[in-house]
C-alpha cells in the first residue's frame, strides 16, 4: 500500500492544498513555515489512535473556527490482505481501467463550547463507519519526529535498537538462550557473595517491616527472566564502543539507520530532518538508503543532499504562509531532471526563495551582488536567490523548473545585448514583453555598463596593477593607456576578454569592479539597478 494524493483543508499553519505523492514526497522550506505541520497532518489521519486524535487537535489547528479541520489521503497498491480488510472502503473501476483506491478523511470540529467532534471515515463508500484499529495498523504508517527521543540512542532508555531486538524470533535457538539464563539464574542463588549479600539486606527488611524476612525469601533474577525476555538488556557496540560513547552523527546515522530497518514492514515511513547531526557524506548515504527502501519515505528536510539524491519531481517546496507547491507530473525531461538534481547539490535556496535573478555567469553574478549592497537591497532579507546558469540557452531548463508550471517562483533575467534574440527562442517571451516579464538587458553589456560607471584611470591602473590577466592583452591596454588613445570599448574589451590558455578576464574584472564601486557608481548601471527596483517594487 502506498500514498498518491494527499489534501489538507482549514488548517492554520497551511495553506489548503492537494498533493500528488509519487515514488516518495521530499518537503523542503525555510523554518517554521509548515512542513513539520504538513507531516502532523498525515500522522493524525494515518497513524494516531482515536484517543490520540481527541488529545492533540486543538482549536488552535483550525484556521477559521466554524469550518472543519480535514486531512483527506488517497491510497493504492493492495495487498491481498490488506485488501481483505478493506471489503467495503476500495473504490473499484468496474471497467477495470482505473487503479483500486481507498480514500480516508479525517474531519474535526468545535462547537460553541469548544467540544470536538471526529469523524476518520472512507467518504467515497457513504458506510458511515470510522476506521478501525486493525485497519488503522494496515495501512502502516510510521513517524521519526525530530525531537523523538528515541535518535538519542541513550544506553539508559529504550531506544531503536530494543525495538529491532524486539522484533528478533529466534526459534530453534531460543531453548539454547534459555539455558544459558537458567544458568546464570542458578549462578545468581549458589554465589557465596551473593547469598551473604542477600543476608545482609533480609536483617535490613526485616528490621524496616513489622514481618520477618527469611534470606531465603530473596531471589535475584536476571532482567532477561523477570521480562520474559532473553534479549532483554542486550546492547550494541560498535568497535567495542557502545552507541552512547559514539559521535553524535554517528548515533544519528544509527538511529535513522535502524529506524528504516524496524520500519522495513511499515508501508509509509515518515522522517523529519533526518540530516540532524549528519556531515553531508553520511547525509548523501543514509539518503540513498532511504530512497531504495521497500517502502515509500514522506521527508522534511533542510539538506541539498538528501533532496539531491531522490527525483525532482519529488520535491515539493513549503513557503511562507505555509503556501504548498508542487511542480506539474511529466513536466521535466531527463536533462532538466539531471540538471536540478546536480544544482541542488551545491544548495537550496533557489527551491526556497521567494525571487529568483538567472544571470548569465559569475562575473555577472559578483558585479549584481555588490550593486545590491550598496544601494542598500539585502538580498538576503527580501528572499532573492541569484543563479548562474551558464549563457541564455541554458534559461529554458531553469524557467520551466521555476516557473509557473514547476515550482512558481518569481523570477528576473539578466542578459547581455547578444542574448536577445535567443529569450523568444527559448523562453516564448518577446522582446516587447521584456519589461513585464523582469528581463533585463545590460548595453551592450554588463562590462560596457561598468566601465562607463566607473573612474576610468582609477579602474586601468587596478586592471594593470593585479597580475590576473593575460600578459600580451594587458600590455596592449598599458600602450593605448600611456598613449591616451584608450576608449571605454578598450576597456570592456580587455574585461571580457577569453583566452585560450588563461581564465578569461571576466570573473577577474568582476573582482575588482567590487572593490571599486561605490553608492553613486554601483547606482549608474542601469540594467542592474531596473532589475532591482522592479523586485523591490513588487
Known sequence: MRLTRVKVENHSRLQDLELEVRQHMVLIGPN????????????????????????????????????????????????????????????VDPNGEKEQTLTIRLEATFDDNETLSITRTAPNKNTGRQISRNQLQAIGWTLLNANDRARNMSDDRHSLFDDVLAGVELGDEQADFDGLIDAIRGQLQSSNVLTKLRERMSDQLSTALPERVAQDDLTFVPGAAADNNVLDGVRLHVNDKSISEQSDGKRAIYAIALYDLISNGANVVAIDEPEIHLHPSSQRSLARLLKNGRNQKIIATHSPDIVSAFDPECIVSVKAHGKVVQPAQGLLNNDQRLILTWWVKDKLEPLT??????????????????????TGRELDRLGVTIMEVGGCKNMKHVWSLFGADGFDIPTSILIDEDAVPDV?????????????????????????????????????????????????????????????TITDEDIAEFCRFKPKRHPNHKVA????????????????????????NDIESA
Open 32 to 91: 517554521d513555515v509548515g512542513k513539520s505541520s504538513l507531516l502532523r497532518c498525515l500522522d493524525l489521519l494515518l497513524g494516531a489512535s482515536t484517543g490520540q486524535l481527541y488529545n492533540q487537535i486543538t482549536p488552535e489547528d483550525l484556521r477559521e473556527p466554524g469550518h472543519p479541520f480535514a486531512v483527506e489521503a488517497d491510497l493504492c497498491n493492495f495487498s491481498d490482505t490488506e485488501q481483505a480488510l478493506f471489503p467495503d472502503e476500495i473504490t
Open 353 to 374: 526563495a521567494r525571487h529568483i535573478i538567472f544571470v548569465e555567469g559569475i562575473s555577472d553574478r559578483i558585479v549584481l551582488e555588490r550593486v545590491a549592497e550598496l
Open 424 to 484: 523568444p527562442k527559448y523562453l516564448n517571451i518577446q522582446q516587447d514583453e521584456f519589461e513585464q516579464n523582469s528581463v533585463w538587458v545590460s548595453l551592450k553589456d554588463l562590462e560596457d555598463e561598468y566601465v562607463q560607471a566607473l573612474d576610468r584611470n582609477t579602474f586601468i591602473s587596478e586592471l594593470l596593477s593585479s597580475g590576473m590577466f593575460e600578459t600580451k592583452k594587458q600590455q596592449e591596454l598599458e600602450t593605448k593607456f600611456n598613449n591616451n
Open 509 to 532: 574584472a568582476a573582482s575588482i569592479v567590487s572593490q571599486l564601486l561605490d553608492e553613486s557608481s554601483a547606482s549608474e548601471i542601469k540594467s542592474i539597478m531596473d532589475l532591482l
